[in-house]
């Protein structure tokens, strides 16, 4: 199976190249970069040297690509002038950007402030979580990679709004996130110097895009409209989340209890791990797996949900190539254990 | 005015030695630790080397204290046995441990497991918040200095619950803090490699021992009991903790004007910032500042309420600098700027 | 092939683990714990939760072990009294101690202050750094897996050494290294809040036991006893060690032709890369390449030899791998890619 | 005294700052900013809020200063076009760029590649580097601030040279530099994610532009030219610098007769603290202080001298200011403790 990752110079098409070059049915074809087309990959990033020494090509070598897969990796707004060429040519596309994971041309222009341009696919994409949507997954042409932040959040919530245990009112979502959920393009904000030590909390409430993400998928595991209260913060390490989500039960039941939903729901899925002691981001470092844990608090009716991702694994490329795996019929876990 | 600290070698001894030293009116006569008594307290911390040198005494020294004012920087169950012979003997005491916090014996054996041997100064005692407490402090004995976690979340947290805007029901508080709160005792929690890199929470729910004192302090300022979620995240820094608390509101009121009751309510106050952005930890780092800042959530009825303070600094020793000022009528910013 | 690891629950032991289970040839058959037998392995070490599960057993289980080759990863001093046992039992042995580094009782009684207590075998042994010895590694029954700072430095220097282009007298190494190197027992050394925000050197001048190491090393590849200055720094990251060596040249060469002579000497290495830009410990980090680059310094007679490695990668656990490849002449780099 | 400072929205700005609103005889009078004139200082830097909320001004306003003494934090080639008006206003001036650094212009153009435009100042320029040229800066109208690694290795060797124990031939010195050196312009080289885990050296050799002032000043000490091998190292810290430099000794000389020697020759100095232990950069964090201290290699002819600094502090600003109050005849330690 032949790969083209389009804008592989940033962390998600880096790492992404990491889990592709161990995978045993993957070959990678086309590395596009705009700005580095005629250097080397492993001159942009040095690790790879000795691994994947190819050299990047300009985005426009896409227009006739010879591959089974693009991988896009540019940011939103961008995939959709691009994604309904490749699927036309019959590549298969794996879409890292938001520009087809909201299931409405309004809704997207609700968060992204943008009209979109191919709003036809969005109701054919499939929503690339596949604990939760793997059935359309398997079928798909696109594939919506997930934002990292839902990922987490929805992983860590499915078991108990499946179960119909959780008030849709009043969710509160506080996360923490290492930095390369801001990209590799400098800012003061992502400035070494001004990271280190400090964290604090940004886009609060209801402003971050990934919120409207988020009350998507959690609407339909809940099975209806769902808003929720989103907290992101900025902690100064390279990789990793954490999201905390604090519901109100329903039901009278304990954490004991509420573990064994979570056991039962993930038992067959090979990168949701259930901890009975709570995640670490440490523990997910690098890899697609997702661990998740749950408490009821002792004298209220909440309950706390926890995740721990790697937002350049399963909260990113780790992810695209799971979905991948679905696509092409192979087994979910190649290239990823 | 002559100053002892019981237990200097831990972090909030050190701290309070740092904040003591630029204190135009404090003099430093007696510096004890059982581990180090004889050696030089710059040989135990070496960046105070040429600032203050002199000798770590033998706890025992305590006994016929020739100082004003004893700051206790050993841990709970430790300073009941000592605080009531320093109080006879005519010393003012800032206890930085737990013992002093709670109202009542009955919640102290709660949280901390332990009958209480000291209960009679329990009512005597003021708990050291200056923006909430001041009028009691002045006229104080014995201060117990607050907990870093209820210090950022009552202050995060007075001006909406005073103003009766919040349903005291379902508060969740979400706060993140660096390694130093954990204490300088080596352990596997708190060894360089296993911390680098990872985000976890620990103590989730009610089950930390702040929980019990900052529902106090809520129930307090709401004039009713409180009872919260709280869940405290371990961040690989040094020093700062960040709180996030999410409260529903009772009235429809605007970030905008929620911003202005926190600037009224805090216009006197020399060491809490109202920040119409939002707080950093690091912004506060090294000193006896809380910054403050509130949303709320659009198109919910959520509040969320943001505080940054250095654990060490307002969470700890500089708001014990801050205490004894007042115990002792000066003004309440000296050695804290 | 199946494989036993002896004190598994340190840093060098895990990570073994981890090359292992990515091993097409090895099986881990055994792994061993004082402190943890009884408990799963991934128990302690959650990142492999559902990776690799197996129970960790007593020492004494070694006894017998029904294994092809073992993995010491214990400290120095104990080796010496179970590899013999293991060796009669037709067991092949990866010592990762610097029990069996030294090529004589006296050496090792010099830098480790204790009398050898199987000096039979330290001629029989073979150091292991395949770069440099892989001849009487491929048939050897116990290999010396080196230290991590003598990896870094003969890797960096051999190639001059070797071409008879260094002035032996003088040779300086200047290495900075992150904190695993210092192990996983905690200390108030290894504590986050000290370590945090520091550099510093420790064991100066010819002090570090590895002194004794790096000597022996460079002085088989000049040929003539080599004395050396060496400077170890710690430095706030979890792995990684950077060596910058320093050296009178005995001709005047430029840096290109320095590379070259690099280029050369490592064209048929695997596992290292020879860099015309400057090594990053970021670029090994988990890996087992060492990358290594020279300068010529203009103006001067010095040249300056720098190596990266991943202080348990090359410099411990994913050499260890290569040398038990080396061991059963198999592919050098299974599991190491 | 007023003070101005040109520049004051890098790093060393803004740790003037920090110095001189704790400075009993100083007033911040002016602040300029290019890109951020108009603006408060303490929205800039809000750790600065309720401490200086002075309004920034554009530059401009420096053409008619009402003040005593101007700090110049611009880069190099900017300062040399500024300072001759402003000595000709009867302002004095303490530049932190490098523009008056070196003796001559020749040897300006040597390393930074520009014709010198205000070479008449150069002889008249003190260095300010107080331990070494006090009796020239009490006097001087203007001061060059050193850099940041000639005043830790300056000062680290100092004793060494002024002794004549060195031979000039072959000093080598390995600096290791926190990131904040490099400044606040955000690039990719200094972007949280590529610094975070990683250690490089960068500029090795004698590329790196402070290699020049740095033999200046050791030529100076040891009375003959000195040509030295300078290799600088980036560490993921914010701030501080460790410094070894490694000679060779024209005595045979013990550690603890070198330590003598340092004691005594730093005992009158405020700021230089001698350590029989070695230095840590985290001991002299936010201070003006530099450790120092030496070592005699046992069984070779080499000694390694240690500094560790605040590259803010000591490197930059801590040290501006104590060559402020050198200037005006103050007590040279006013705002440094």
């Known amino acids: 199976m032949k790969v083209a990752i389009w804008g592989v110079t940033g962390y998600t ?10 995978h045993p049915e993957a070959e990678i074809e086309l590395l596009t970069s705009e700005s580095s087309a005629g250097r080397k990959f492993s001159d942009v990033f040095p690790s790879f040297r000795g691994t994947i020494d190819i050299e990047l090509v300009h985005p426009s070598e896409l227009e006739s690509p010879e591959v089974d897969v693009v991988f896009c990796c540019r940011g939103h707004t961008e995939a959709m002038d691009v994604v309904p ?45 596949p604990e939760v949507y793997r059935g359309k997954i398997k ?18 919530l499915a078991p108990l709004l499946e179960e119909g245990l959780v008030d849709p009112e009043g969710i509160v979502v506080d996360a923490k996130s ?34 409207g993400e988020m009350e998507q998928v959690l609407s339909e595991l809940v099975g209806r409209p769902v808003r929720i209260t989103f907290v992101p913060h900025l902690i100064p390490v ?29 038992a067959g899925e090979p990168f949701v791990r259930v901890r009975e002691d709570l995640p670490h981001t440490k523990d997910v470092w690098g890899t697609n797996f997702c661990d998740v844990s749950v408490r009821r608090v002792e004298g209220t009716e909440v309950a706390v949900a926890f995740a721990a991702i790697d937002n350049l694994g399963k909260g990113a490329s780790g992810q695209a190539v799971q979905n991948m795996n679905l696509m092409f019929g192979m087994d979910e876990t190649l290239g990823l254990r």
Chains 1, 2, 3, 4 share one sequence.
């Open 178 to 211: 290492g930095v390369s959920g801001a990209g590799r393009r400098p800012s003061l904000k992502t400035h070494f110097v001004e990271v280190y030590g400090d964290v604090c909390p940004y886009n609060p409430g209801r402003s971050h895009r990934h919120t």
């Open 13 to 22: 098409g880096s790492e992404l190249v990491r889990y592709l070059v161990r």
């Open 139 to 156: 079928g798909a042409r696109l594939v919506a990679n997930p934002g990292c932040y839902p990922t987490a959040v929805a992983l860590s």
């Open 85 to 129: 060429g490749l699927l036309e040519k019959g590549v298969k596309v794996v879409d890292l950007s938001a520009d087809f994971r909201m299931r409405s041309g309004k809704e997207y222009e609700r968060w992204y402030g943008v009209k979109h341009r191919a709003e036809e696919l969005l109701g054919e994409a499939a929503y690339g979580l």
């Open 238 to 266: 390279d990789r990793g989340i954490l999201s905390a989500a604090y519901v109100k039960l329903t039901e009278d039941i304990s954490t004991d209890e509420l573990l064994g939903i979570y056991e039962k729901r993930y």
